[in-house]
């Protein structure tokens, strides 16, 4: 029987696109997962840190000199670490932000932000700042939200309709800046 | 058109931290009180924005964030005025949610009616 040519090479083609596809899917998803978890641990660690801060007594409960000095440096320790868990996610997620659908990006940054300002929020490195326990449980409420909405959103931009709306989206944002390119703005 | 920018890192401080000015050097409250509300004025009286850049900036803590520019609120500042006449920009990917954060925080602060009245 006579090769079809045309056939086996529209075949071989759509052989080769159908494995680049999958592999670059599969790329995709390994990276992502890396960086998901990356940022699920330091979101871990920033929520048992900001919890323990909440929940120290406050300075003005020391009366005994070396435990006011104990006491601030455990304090401007957790602060500081605390403040810089939270550059570390803002930077994580801003890393990744653009792989999400256009939809979920603004509803995980309101999460972050959320967590944010229970995190370091009200009387945040206040020399007055009492024990807080209402603020210590919004902390876990707030990182609780925060995964869950992560979480959903990769699931769903990781999805083949999910993938297929993130490279539409991508093509759009390409044919946008090439018109706005040629039209010199 | 007139306006104003102001760099907290360069204009203020790297490292805003605490709410009032008991908390330390570089607080919400003299930033609003010094630096910002002035700016605020000025563009109000003859028109133009504010401009915030925020790069450079080692963290910014939320309580920071609120007193300083939710504080203008509760100062006796419109906030629709405010949202108006203030602009947020950053370069730096880190600190890309901020702006949102910001006005997030002039949008819930409620007026200090105790002033106002």
Redesign the interface.
């Given at each position: 029987m006579p090769a079809d040519i045309p056939q086996l090479a529209a075949g071989a083609v759509l052989g080769f696109a159908s494995t680049g596809i999958i592999r670059w899917w599969q790329y995709r998803r390994d990276l992502w997962t890396s960086e998901v978890e990356r940022f699920t641990d330091l979101l871990e660690a920033a929520t048992e840190s900001a919890t323990e801060y909440w929940l120290k007594s406050p300075l003005t409960s020391k009366t005994d000199q070396s435990e006011i000095e104990e006491h601030t440096f455990d304090l401007d320790m957790l602060e500081i670490k605390i403040l810089g868990m939270q550059s570390r996610l803002d930077g994580l997620l801003a890393c990744f932000i653009g792989q999400l659908l256009f939809q979920r990006r603004n509803s995980i940054t309101v999460k972050l932000n959320d967590f944010s300002s229970a995190m370091t929020g009200g009387e945040f490195q206040s020399k007055n700042r009492n024990s807080d326990v209402n603020t210590a449980r919004s902390i876990q409420a707030a990182s609780a939200e925060l995964l869950i909405e992560l979480r959903l959103s990769v699931k769903s931009s990781l999805s083949p309709v999910g993938t297929i709306i993130y490279l539409l989206e991508r093509l759009g944002f390409f044919v946008r800046s090439s018109v706005k390119g040629i039209l010199g703005q | 058109m007139a306006g104003a920018t102001i760099s907290i890192a360069r204009n203020f401080s790297r490292y805003p931290?605490?709410?009032?000015r008991?908390?330390?050097p570089h607080n919400g409250q003299k930033f609003r009180e010094e630096v910002l509300a002035p700016a605020m004025r000025e563009v109000l009286r003859k028109s133009g924005k504010v401009t915030i850049i925020l790069d450079d900036v080692?963290?910014l803590?939320?309580?920071?964030l609120?007193e300083a520019f939710g504080g203008l609120v509760r100062s006796g500042f419109d906030k629709n005025e405010i949202l108006s006449h203030l602009n947020i920009e950053t370069s730096q990917?880190?600190?890309?949610?901020y702006p949102?954060?910001i006005l997030?925080a002039i949008e819930k602060a409620l007026p200090d009616l105790a002033r106002a009245g």
């Open positions: - | 931290s605490g709410r009032f008991s908390d330390g080692a963290g803590p939320a309580s920071f609120e990917l880190r600190l890309q949610r949102s954060q997030a």
